[in-house]
Structures are given as structure tokens and as C-alpha cells.
């Protein structure tokens, strides 16, 4: 292979056949690029793989931009140490370096007819062509690059490496490579992705950043990209829907199905803002969301109480004009997880505010059995003030009416309607519910129905609780006869 030795000289003809590679038709370039994966450090040392790279975007800007067609690429190739890979160049009238020309031209670049082919070479690659461009990591300031990283990740983690039919190249040998090759591909997208929105907050809708999101979750973007990113989504969740919000929690490690701290933290993002208060029209519309996010997430079995409460009482209680779509989604949590202890119970209820429960909420309320009595007797209780306040309110409108003093609830009070379920000394509980139905309203009338049905779960549950220490005292007794007697079914409570 040398000149001494023969005048077709190996190294000098490949050197030859290089010169020409602009003229290569866009399918060779990628190609050629993938079979540099197989050895890809030489190739890189060589400066065989930068020119391609420079090949492959002269053909991009040709195609984009006819007035670039006569773009001619020039090797300066050298033998002497000095010499790098860099030190391609651009024939026009200034003398740039190429990291300079290549912004250019992917600046210049608006349509997307390549994204595809590219999705083809190894994350080595690609990476080589961003730093080549000279805007890898911080550096991204490139709206069609940033679009570009993101279909490549998106495509990566839909497919596997696969042929392709329109270039006809089978994949590389090997496994392929892993999600952790993808890190910093994918930190240059959410890179370029925050500097888009901070020149305009229209580049990327709601639903939009969500998908970024999802794609670069996969991948493990760091700590400071992803916090970024998340701060973009909550200063605009009020555009959010409920499906935007359903993200997983599996490439998150949590035991939900759903990422369910991602949503507290873009709830506290959008609560605190930038240090200004939020408008109240978008605080009630974030407030809808999060019940109807809470009625999703309720179903799931393994979902924590401390999580569902998180969620819940993320909010201010202004966010919300009717606590309802709370308690609803507290009934359906409550099914899915019957496990749940007498005091785990009240202590989830502790998130409803029972002043802003409308009458057929605190109708239901008192009707579950799920929910604990001392809940139901609470929630009557604040029903009833509000009511009185109402009738006062009314009566103080009217001047023929007569003045009433509205009722604040003391510690007289309180000790009244906590005492409204007493122990009578002969089996039974009695409900005083006359103190707290008002004669005025034929709707305060259900809520003596409702203490009644109270009342009568209580004395129901003390007389099966009296009939199974009758049996367990008569198994003890006589093991052999209580085996033998039919087992007695324990009567239905509700």
C-alpha cells in the first residue's frame, strides 16, 4: 500500500473515491454511516465518519433549498498530526468552521422528510452529528433538531432496531444498543425543548410537552432536565386533561399504576406560580381536573391512602366550589380497598370539607357504610349550620321578618350534636334527631330519615356482635356439639 511498493496505491485510491462522496446518493450516505457502527472508533479517528456526516447534511440542504445545490464539500485531508477530523470545510464565500455551517444548514431544513431514514443509525451516531453541529446538551438551540431528537427517541422506544425496506440494509449484529446510550440525546432534546418555550410559550402545546414527557421518561433524562420540564407543564395545567395526566409509574419504579407524584408536583408548581397569584378562573378549572383525576386513580388496588390524600389536599379549598367529586372518588377508594382500618377511614375523610357537600352528597354520605358514623353525624351537623345561615341570611333580607341570631357552632354545640347517638342502658341507641330537622325545609326531613337508618345499622351491628359472643362462648363450652348445629347466617345490614 505504498507509492514505492505500487503506483495504485490502496490508502491513496480510497482517499480518491472519498472525495466524491457528495455525489453519493442519499441512500449510500446512510448506508455507509450504518456500517460504521461496526467500527465506529476507527471510523471516527479516520475522519471517515465526519464526512459523511457533512455529506449527509449537504444532501439535507440541497433537498430542502435548491439555491444550496452547488454546495461542494472539501477534504482537506492531512498527514501530519495536527490534522482532525474538524478541519472539514464548506466552499462559499466566507471560510466558517463547520460546526457553524452545519447549524446553518439544519436551520434551513423545514420539512422532515429525513427524520425518517435517520431513525436507522445507532445513538452513537446521532449523538456525533448533534455535537458536530456544536449544539449537544445546554447548547440545543435548534426548534427542527429538537423535533428531530424527539421522533428518534419516540421511534426508539416504540420499535426495535429493525430493516428497513426502502434502504435494504440489514440491522447490526448484537443486542442492540441499551436506554442508557439514549441519556444525553434525550437531555439535549428537553434542553431544546425549555429554550423554544422561553422565545415563545406557543411552540409547545400542554398535551405536547406530556408527550415529551412520556418519551423522555423512558430514558432516564437527569434531574435537572426533567425538573425543567415539569416546571413548564405546571405553570400551563390548566390546559391539561385528565388523559395528560394519566403518565405512568412503571419506568418511575412506583407501585401505582400511575405516576402519581408527578401530578403533586405539577400542582405545586402551578399553586406557587412565579410568585403571583393564580387567576381564580384557572384555579376552579385545575380543581375539576384533579377530582376527575382522583375518580381515575382511585380504582387502583395499590395505590397508597398517603398518595390519594397527597392529591387531594393539594389544592387550596378555594380551588373548588362543591367538594362532591371528592367524596366520590373517596367512595370508590373505599371499594377498592376494603383492607382499610376504622381509623384509616376517618382519616381519609378528614380531606372533605363538609360545608361545601351539597344535600345529596351528605344524603350518600350518611347512607355508606363505608364511611364511619362520627364522619356522617359531622357532615349533618355542618349541613344543618349552613342551613340555618341560609334561612337567617334570607330573613335578614325580608324587613317584615323576624331577626334571628345566626348560630356559630361552640363548644356547647359541638358537645350537643357529638352526643346526638347515646347509649340508653337497655340495648338500643337513641338519635336525637329533632334538634337538627327545621320545620321550614321539607328537604331537612331526609336527614331524620337518614339519622333513623343510622341508628338502626348500630342496634343491627350490636345484635350480631351480642349473637357471635353467644356462639364463640358456646363453642368454647361444647366444641362437639356447636360443630354439629347448621352455622346460623349473620343478618344484612344494609
Not at 31 to 43: H, M, R
Request: charged share 20%; with cysteine.
Amino acid at each position: 500500500m505504498m507509492d514505492k511498493v505500487s503506483t495504485r496505491n490502496l490508502c491513496q485510491q480510497t482517499e480518491t473515491f472519498l472525495e466524491g462522496i457528495l455525489e453519493w446518493p442519499w441512500k449510500d450516505i446512510v448506508v455507509t454511516l450504518k456500517s460504521c457502527e461496526t467500527f465506529l472508533t476507527y471510523a471516527d479517528t479516520t475522519g471517515l465518519l465526519t464526512k459523511l456526516i457533512c455529506a449527509l447534511l449537504a444532501k439535507i440542504a440541497a433537498h430542502d433549498d435548491q439555491n444550496n445545490s452547488d454546495i461542494n464539500l472539501q477534504i482537506a485531508s492531512s498527514s501530519s498530526s495536527s490534522s482532525s477530523p474538524e478541519t472539514i470545510r464548506f466552499s462559499s464565500s466566507s471560510a466558517r468552521t463547520t460546526p457553524e455551517l452545519m447549524k446553518q444548514v439544519v436551520a434551513k431544513s423545514s420539512k422532515s422528510w429525513w427524520f425518517y431514514d435517520l431513525t436507522l443509525l445507532s445513538p452513537s451516531i446521532i449523538e456525533k452529528i448533534v455535537k458536530g453541529l456544536g449544539t449537544f446538551g445546554l447548547e440545543n438551540n435548534s426548534i427542527v433538531l429538537t423535533r428531530f431528537l424527539l421522533h428518534y427517541l419516540n421511534t426508539a422506544c416504540q420499535t426495535p432496531q429493525s430493516n428497513r425496506l426502502d434502504l435494504q440494509y440489514p440491522p447490526s449484529p448484537g443486542p442492540g444498543p441499551s436506554k442508557v446510550e439514549y441519556g444525553g440525546i434525550a437531555d439535549t432534546a428537553v434542553y431544546g425543548v425549555i429554550e423554544a418555550c422561553k422565545s415563545s410559550m406557543s411552540a409547545f402545546s400542554c398535551r405536547g410537552l406530556f408527550r415529551v414527557l412520556r418519551i423522555v421518561s423512558t430514558f432516564g433524562p437527569s434531574k435537572e432536565c426533567r425538573l425543567g420540564l415539569e416546571t413548564l407543564i405546571g405553570r400551563m395545567l390548566d390546559q391539561a386533561t385528565v388523559d395528560d395526566l394519566l403518565v405512568s409509574g412503571l419506568f418511575r419504579g412506583q407501585q401505582g399504576v400511575y405516576d402519581v407524584n408527578l401530578v403533586v408536583r405539577l400542582i405545586r408548581v402551578f399553586v406557587n406560580g412565579d410568585g403571583s397569584s393564580t387567576p381564580h378562573d384557572k384555579m376552579k378549572k385545575v380543581g375539576r381536573l384533579v377530582d376527575k383525576y382522583l375518580r381515575e386513580i382511585a380504582p387502583d388496588q395499590n395505590l397508597k391512602m398517603s398518595r390519594f390524600l397527597g392529591v387531594a389536599g393539594s389544592l387550596p379549598d378555594s380551588a373548588r366550589d362543591s367538594f362532591d367529586g371528592v367524596y366520590r372518588a373517596i367512595d370508590i377508594f373505599l371499594k377498592s380497598h376494603p383492607s382499610l382500618s376504622f381509623e384509616e377511614r376517618s382519616r381519609l375523610c378528614r380531606c372533605l370539607n363538609y360545608e361545601k357537600l351539597s344535600l345529596e352528597a351528605c344524603k350518600d354520605l350518611t347512607k355508606n357504610p363505608k364511611i364511619p358514623p362520627r364522619i356522617a353525624v359531622q357532615a349533618l351537623m355542618c349541613q344543618h349550620q349552613e342551613q340555618q345561615q341560609q334561612n337567617s341570611t334570607e330573613d335578614s333580607c325580608c324587613p317584615m321578618a323576624k331577626e334571628s341570631p345566626v348560630q356559630t357552632p361552640n363548644s356547647s354545640t359541638m358537645s350537643k350534636y357529638t352526643q346526638l347517638m347515646v347509649y340508653n342502658g337497655g340495648g338500643n341507641y337513641v338519635i336525637d334527631a329533632e334538634s337538627m330537622i327545621p320545620a321550614k325545609e321539607e328537604e331537612e326531613e331526609d336527614m331524620k330519615v337518614n339519622l333513623q337508618e343510622m341508628q338502626w345499622r348500630v342496634v343491627e351491628l350490636e345484635k350480631v356482635c351480642k349473637q357471635m359472643k353467644g356462639q364463640m362462648s358456646k363453642m368454647v363450652r361444647h366444641p362437639s356439639s356447636s360443630a354439629s348445629t347448621p352455622n346460623r347466617a349473620l343478618p344484612r345490614l344494609c
